[in-house]
Each structure stands twice: as C-alpha cells, then as structure tokens.
C-alpha cells in the first residue's frame, strides 16, 4: 500500500542549479498539492492540481514550476535553486479537493541550496 | 483574513497525565478541520476531520472536538509513543487551500 511516494528523501543543491522532485499516488486521487515546511511555519502551499491538465499557484508558488499530464505523478520544478528554497518539500494527494477531504502526505524532500 | 493558531508551542507530560491541545482558527465557511500527527523525518499522518461545531471523534487515547472558534485534541492516559508534533489544519471557503498551524510539539515522559 504505497499512498503517496516521493523521491528523492534528500538532495542538497548548489545555486543556480534546478532540479525535479518527484511526486506519485497510486490511489487515484484527482487532487495533489506541494508544500514546504519550515522552522517555526506551519506547512506553506506552493502549488496544486484538481485533476490531470489542471494546475493553480498556493501561497508562496514564485521559483516553483508544476505540471501534471497524469492523474498518478505532480512533479515540483526548481527552475534556478536559491538558498530560500532550503526547505523540506511535502506531497499530498486527496480524493477531491472540496468538501472537507482529508490529504494524505508523503514522507519529504529535505533540500539544501548552497 | 483565515488564520489558525495553536497553543501551547511545546507541552510536556508525564505518562498517564491527560491534558489538551488548542486550535483556534477563524474562517468564513469551514468545510473541515483536520488533525494529523508529526513524527520526526516523517509527513503529516491524518488523525481526525471534524466538519460541524458540536462533532466529536475519538481514536484510541485521542479525541478531537469542535466549537464555532476553536477545535482541541484530548490526550487521555498518554504513553511515550504519543510523542510527536500535533498539526491542527483547515478547509473553507472556495478554495482548495489548506491552512496550517504551526503545530504543538507533545512530549510525554516514562
């Protein structure tokens, strides 16, 4: 029972640098988010998806890039990495995004920028 | 502006001492209240999801009520392995956004 899966579990970074984080759920749910998760600041929304093709910016989405062209994978882009972005990155995934479901986490992406 | 604070910021308990965690939030139209557990290195676990003032839920020694303002998770008779952060979250309004508090850092002793 996978629920959602992220890769990698660590990454540093120099700046400038981009990368992809990974992001999959095998519980066919129509909705996934991005969050990062800071010292001292609850779980920030970066992005998110209600369904496959379809893709809106959370709270802090600037630095960040997304798309979803399948229902199971929402990847996270980094275009050009800063030391801001230090951070830890949680996926999530809910049945629906409306009426109250609950979302189901991954376990993280802890990434160093240097 | 929707918002959602959690006290206390730490709490430390000896085992068997029940007590309570806060979530006051404050959101036009909740569509739900969430839970979740936080263990080191580890994603948010959902708990509990309340959706109207006066719903209660219960889960082994934990059980999670709802007023108009204010949401709190009962510890009763806690043991070591309820150590964990405690993350109180909302849904509202016509969007999909999740709200998070800061969470509330629950250590319980031998």
């Known amino acids: 029972n996978a629920g959602v899966t992220q890769t990698p579990k660590f990454q540093v970074l120099k700046t400038g640098q981009s990368m992809t984080l990974q992001c999959a759920q095998d519980m066919n749910h129509e909705y996934m988010s991005w969050y990062r998760q800071d010292p001292g600041m609850g779980l920030r929304l970066i992005h998110y998806?209600?369904?496959?093709?379809?893709?809106d910016q959370g709270e802090v989405p600037n630095g960040y890039n997304v798309s979803r062209s399948t229902t199971e994978d929402f990847p996270l882009r980094l275009l050009s990495a800063a030391p801001s972005q230090t951070s830890v990155y949680f996926c999530a995934s809910s049945k629906t995004g409306m009426e109250g479901q609950p979302q189901h986490f991954g376990d993280g992406t802890r990434l160093s920028i240097l | 502006e929707d918002q959602v604070t959690q006290s206390p910021e730490a709490l430390r308990l000896q085992e068997g001492e029940s007590s309570s965690l806060n979530c006051s939030y404050t959101?036009?139209?909740?569509?739900?209240l969430f839970w979740y557990r936080q263990d080191p290195g580890k994603g948010p676990e959902f708990l509990f999801t309340?959706?109207?003032a006066g719903e209660e839920k219960e889960k082994e020694r934990l059980k999670a009520t709802l007023t108009k303002k204010e949401s709190f998770l009962h510890i009763t008779a806690p043991k070591p392995e309820d150590s964990a952060t405690y993350l109180c979250a909302f849904s509202g309004g016509s969007n999909y956004k999740l709200t998070f508090g800061k969470g509330t850092l629950l250590t319980v002793n031998p």
């Open positions: 309340l959706y109207s």
């Open positions: 959101v036009s139209g909740l569509r739900g």
């Open positions: 998806s209600v369904g496959a093709g379809i893709t």
